[in-house]
């Protein structure tokens, strides 16, 4: 389970800059851009610098972002969207930028001169040789393959080159962020993965994420997996609480007589039900004393339980995530090419 971590009431304040936005990216924007928490979160955003490729996403992100309804504060970011020929001035004046782009484009904007120098030689302070915090929410990239980008010297350049990339290696702090689209609403999960966990500048991604969810920090040999229940498994889920949904909605074919449940409230019930039982493993409880708590011998849950049984549910769904933990481990050779 996430670590827990002492809350202060004294804020950070730090921008921050998202470079391609799309569906994942557009629900961090939502949830951070959402009503402020209470008690006031640990880091406070006050400028949110957006940049997609093309006007239509312009208008796409500012709809999104004009339908929530939260109370204008003095803590809310100042938020700015611009086409992706601002990647370099968004990155040199946020403090911590998020790489957003498909998997297949960072190559494009880590290769650009004007972001490289922003995200290396800017931030970290009054008095400092830091660089920054780049953040990736791109699925199958791995750290290597962003630092290799980024700190990747020219072909012309020779010892002194490679010694002065060495030096800029030590500046900026690469971190993986896989959240979800619960993002949005203030309930993803964030898992995180750092480049090095030395000097407290990956601290600003976890409270920045927190923002949004719970967040854990594990080795980025774990993230595949980790990937597929964090991120993935919000389908696998939406399908079963979908398929429950239908289940309830009347069987008028079989003629078994039953009145069934109109669409919405079968739904509603479903989606809160899922919702107690995950307060339940949150607080603590073991998913399978829950089953043996429900279910009794020879009652309609262990009938129930008994077709999932037959129709192999759990290995279905346990080899799922398996296969999405495989997919994502073959994306970073893909993105290399």
């Known amino acids: 389970m996430p670590t827990e971590h002492p809350r202060t009431h004294r804020s950070k304040q730090l921008s921050v800059a998202i470079l391609g936005c799309g569906k994942l990216g557009t629900s961090i924007l939502q949830g951070l851009l959402s009503q402020p928490q209470s008690p006031p979160p640990s880091l406070q955003i006050s400028h949110l610098d957006v940049t997609v490729r093309n006007p239509a996403n312009i208008d796409r992100i500012q709809r999104t972002i004009d339908s929530i309804h939260s109370t204008p504060t003095p803590t809310k970011p100042h938020l700015s969207i611009h086409l992706q020929d601002h990647n370099g001035h968004a990155a040199r004046e946020a403090d911590i930028v998020i790489l957003g782009c498909k998997p297949t484009a960072y190559n494009d904007i880590l290769g650009d001169a004007e972001v490289r ?40 350049g020779g010892d002194e080159e490679k010694l002065r990339v060495e030096e800029l290696r030590k500046r900026c702090v690469v971190v993986r962020a896989i959240p979800n689209i619960a993002a949005r609403i203030r309930q993803s999960v964030t898992v995180l993965s ?67 449940l109109s669409k919405e409230d079968a739904a509603f019930i479903s989606a809160q039900a899922a919702r107690g039982t995950s307060g339940l493993v949150i607080t603590g409880e073991d998913p399978e004393d829950l089953l043996g708590e429900v279910a009794t011998k020879g009652g309609s849950t262990a009938a129930g339980l008994e077709v999932m049984r037959k129709r192999g549910v759990r290995e279905a769904v346990t080899e799922a995530v398996d296969e999405c933990a495989r997919v994502t481990a073959n994306l970073s050779n893909r993105n290399q090419k």
């Open 194 to 260: 750092a480049s090095r966990r030395d000097d407290g500048r990956e601290e600003d991604a976890r409270l920045l994420f927190e923002q949004v969810g719970p967040t854990i920090y594990l080795p980025e040999a774990q993230l595949n997996h980790a990937s597929a229940l964090a991120a993935s498994s919000l389908a696998f889920y939406a399908s079963i609480i979908s398929a429950a949904a239908d289940g309830a909605m009347g069987r008028e074919d079989k003629g078994e007589g039953r009145e069934g």
């Open 117 to 156: 120098e922003a995200l290396l030689e800017g931030g970290g302070g009054e008095g400092t040789e830091k660089g920054k915090v780049l953040v990736s929410i791109l699925g199958g990239v791995t750290i290597a393959q962003l630092e290799d980008c980024l700190y990747r010297s020219s072909e012309k």
